[in-house]
């Protein structure tokens, strides 16, 4: 397993199955009311935490026009941990292949001026639907339904990302 060649949210989900498996499952939460602010406790089992939107890994298929398909993939969690990521740098890193009539060309060995201009030549089209398939990431979640005790206004509460998790 190359943790930095995966993709975000499974380095988020290994790294949750092992501090449930390491510290303690169970992890105290302090949600905090929208109306009042008055704050309620929870304990969340983090083996139940799933990656939401799983169902999204088998759309990698981007069809630029009649000759060419364009195959997606997730970035690796190392282009997250660059300084400054270009949205050029990203499109790269979220392009697996291009397939062109009967050829298929990869960015591997490409120079990068090249890269770059063929990015920049991408129909907006081509552009958005690349930006649909990066929204749709899968992602870790955890929503809490409650009724706040000091007002019983209803709150819904995400609990997401590293930062709810790991901090």
């Known amino acids: 397993y190359n ?4 993709p975000m949210f499974e380095l988020q989900w290994v790294f949750l199955q092992v501090k449930a498996n390491s510290v303690g499952n ?3 939460f302090r949600l905090k009311c929208g109306a009042c602010e008055q704050y309620t406790g929870y304990q969340l089992d983090l ?3 799933d990656i939401k939107n799983m169902e999204k890994l088998n759309n990698k298929e981007i069809k630029l026009d009649n000759n060419t398909l364009l195959i997606a993939k997730f970035p690796a969690s190392k282009e997250f941990s660059k300084k400054d990521v270009s949205d050029t ?11 062109q009539d009967e050829n298929k060309y990869t960015f591997e060995n490409e ?29 870790i979640e955890h929503t809490v339904e409650y009724t706040c005790k000091g007002c019983d206004k209803e709150n819904i509460v995400s609990i997401n990302g590293y930062e709810n998790f790991f901090v």
């Open 89 to 99: 740098h990203l499109i790269k890193c979220t392009i697996e292949s291009i397939y």
């Open 26 to 28: 169970i992890q105290d």
């Open 3 to 6: 943790a930095f060649n995966s």
């Open 111 to 139: 120079p990068e001026e090249e890269v770059e201009n063929f990015i920049n030549s991408l129909p907006i089209e081509a552009l958005k639907k690349l930006e649909e398939f990066y929204l749709d990431t899968p992602y």
């Open 47 to 49: 083996l139940s935490v």
